[in-house]
DNA sequence: GCAATATACTAGGACATCCAAGGGTTTGGA
DNA sequence: TCCAAACCCTTGGATGTCCTAGTATATTGC
């Protein structure tokens, strides 16, 4: 991006809410517009570190996913549950690590409706070599302090339960 | 989305990357994916809110700017900077809000390489109106506790300076 | 057993984001 | 003064996400 602001944007944005009467929501304004602009920046960090690989984080997920489980497959559907993204951004990311070698679609044994993914030896190799680079260069360089990222964990989870992510 | 899954998907990456050796950026990447995991559920949410309006976020932000800009108006680079996204998405987003008769275009006085991008009365009403949406429909129910909101703007607030966001 | 309903995946379309490149305008140093 | 460098915006291309609809397969209920 450019050069930093002057002024924080979203405290800027913040003080406007209040100043036209809407202070009682001034601040989850503020603290959603964070995290919007903190994903952002996260991703194109992650987007940085995974582009020598030719992976997008979409499919990095995905090879990462299937990596853990223990027969190195998974069906769409499960893979789509699990990720939490819609079943079309699922067949668009198979696609294309696909063409790139590094999963490939295998019929369900028992239903025909289902499609498995399955990771290829390659990419579990490149799953490993992307994941020791995202480790080092993203997650241990977050630039969050270690009790904000414990904070974080907890907020954020709370959140996503209540949202209805998960219900354990 | 779908049901609920009994597990949190999170939890259980950070407890493989624990598992595999990689205990020391664990934290810090469950954080960093419930970041990716909250923004994409508090879209939905606003672009759920918005579609009777006609708007997505991203147009959103711009009329919410522009209405707060004393003139109500202000040059595409500077909304740019602001949004802290890339030139060409204020292209984009003003060539559609353009269309809806929101804003319009017109030239700077002084600086020829520069466009001004205006607030039309429509374009202001509907801000207004869809702000008050938002404030009720997503704001004011966030599912944040108050003080988990302050703990969101502290710690988002330090990541984005940190990150170079701003210099405040 | 067969029709109605539910589930799984994919195709096509709308949006948003970024990057790279191009054309016009200003600025600044030789 | 004048040309190169810097700046501003737009176009074109690649990706990802979602939604809607369509096809194929399973399951359920009468």
Known sequence: MGTPLPRDPIADAQRNWERHGWADVAAPMAAITAVMRTQQILLARIETALKPFGLTFARYELLALLSFARSGA???????????????????????????????????????????????????????????????????????????????????????????????
């Open 74 to 168: 998974l069906p769409m559907n499960k893979a789509s549950a699990l990720l939490q993204v819609h079943p079309t951004s699922v067949t668009n990311a198979v696609d294309r690590l696909q063409e790139a070698g590094l999963v490939l679609r295998s019929p369900h044994p028992t239903d025909g409706r289902t499609t498995l993914i399955e990771l290829t030896s390659e990419g579990r190799t490149l799953a490993k070599r992307a994941t020791a680079v995202l480790n080092s260069e993203v997650f241990g360089q977050s630039g969050f302090e270690e009790q904000d990222v414990e904070q974080l964990i907890r907020i954020l989870g709370n959140f996503r339960r209540n949202a209805g992510d998960f219900s354990g």
